[in-house]
């Protein structure tokens, strides 16, 4: 599926007027599993609590190197945290 910023952008304003996007025209905004906020259909990280929303997708997505590069960035944080509980 190919998702141009215009589409993202429309999504985002509904969001934000808390209307439902037409399913039909707009990318479907991403519900966060833990804290149910609408986030972003290209969100990577829920907006309010920062849980990772579509980490498969991530991982598959090729054209989008920034993200996957941030995803790296942020596992190697919280390796970095997880060695320094350990201790
Ligand atoms: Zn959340």
Known sequence: MHVTVEDAERS???????EPPKAEEL???TECPRCRTLNLPEAVYCLK???PLKLEEMVEEYKQPALL???VERLH????ELRLLRK
């Open 49 to 51: 609590c920062g849980t």
């Open 77 to 80: 944080r919280l390796e970095e």
């Open 69 to 71: 590069q941030e995803l």
């Open 12 to 18: 985002y304003l509904a969001v934000i007027k808390g």
């Open 27 to 29: 990318p479907r905004p």
